[in-house]
């Protein structure tokens, strides 16, 4: 820095009040601050606090300064460009994992590998390997490594509790439900892990996990709640009212029975199943989810569905 260039400056204001520069100082001395590690929007103002530092004869934190975060459109990261602060992101449902991984990779990078640990992170990060050029922000990106995330802890036994109780569950109690299941929301994590891209959206899609749905998805509802379905639901109910034991491997083979008796194909007793427990014709093995709501469930919403069928 060119001494010359710079210009006397003020530590107090008139008021009392004390300036940036002076207070920035004093507050990272007392939090014994030993590295500053931030955007090169501050760059100019490094000089005048090492001056600041060495004046008051305190040692000076070993500074460095890194290329700014951009929007897609180039120009400096503001609310304009949605979320940006790491509070709001966590309201949105990105996880702490995702967004330390993907902060960490903006203008960094060891090879082509995309997905990295805290743990992995520490041994390799290295401040002389970030670029030079200002990152761009690429929302698409964090959700993708977002769903990365969800899926590698939702495959892991020991994260999965800590995932679906202190992760999902608030989202879920966010929806209005009242102490969702620790069993169902574990059910949940496992089956939309692959589905959803943040926990908001994962809880939305679990919602048929805790509340029954009260609307089927069109126009596959009106496809399949014909005068045909009618007959074949009650068997269906009539063969699930005793079935023991109640798993997705024996409630399968239940299904594929009667399909065979039924002279018709799995999938057309499977969809309207599905469409009764869930209200939609996409979601996690129908199988399993009938094995996770368990038997009295089941039966309630298959009735549900049955009395939406015309008589035929």
């Known amino acids: 820095f060119d001494h010359q260039a710079l210009d006397d400056w003020i530590l107090v204001r008139s008021d009392g009040t004390p300036t940036y520069n002076f207070t920035v100082v004093v507050d990272d001395v007392t939090m014994k601050i030993t590295h500053v590690i931030r955007g090169t929007d501050h760059l100019s103002n490094t000089p005048k606090q090492i001056l600041c530092y060495e004046a008051l004869g305190y040692p000076r934190p070993a500074f460095a300064h890194i290329p700014m975060i951009l929007g897609p459109d ?37 090879g082509d590998q995309e997905v990295f640990t805290r743990e992995e992170l520490t041994q390799l990060f290295d401040l002389r390997q970030v670029g030079q050029t200002p990152a761009i922000f690429d929302r698409a ?81 009106g496809r399949l709640l014909l005068a045909a379905l009618g007959p074949r639901l009650d068997r269906l109910l009539g063969r699930l009212a005793g079935q023991e034991p109640w798993d997705e491997a024996t409630l399968e083979g239940a299904c594929r029975q009667l399909a065979q008796e039924l002279s018709v194909k799995l999938v057309d007793l499977a969809q309207p199943i599905r469409l009764a427990l869930t209200g939609r014709t996409a979601s996690p093995p129908i199988f399993s989810i009938m094995a996770d709501l368990g038997r009295d469930e089941t039966l309630r919403r298959l009735r549900a569905l049955r009395e939406r069928v015309p008589p035929g």
């Open 74 to 110: 180039r120009h400096r990261l503001s609310k304009r460009h949605g979320a940006t602060s790491v509070l709001a992101f966590r309201d949105e449902g990105f996880l702490p994992e995702a967004m330390v991984n993907y902060l960490a990779r903006l203008g960094w990078a060891h």
């Open 141 to 221: 990106k964090l959700e993708w490594l977002n769903q990365v995330w969800l899926k590698r802890l939702a495959d892991d036994p020991g994260e999965r509790e800590r995932l679906a109780t202190a992760g999902l569950g608030p989202f879920v109690e966010r929806l209005g439900i009242a102490a969702p299941a620790a069993p169902l929301l574990r059910s949940a994590v496992t089956g939309l892990a692959a589905r959803a891209t943040t926990l908001a959206e994962m809880a939305a899609q679990a919602r048929f996990y805790f509340v029954a749905p009260t609307e089927y998805e069109q126009p596959a509802a």
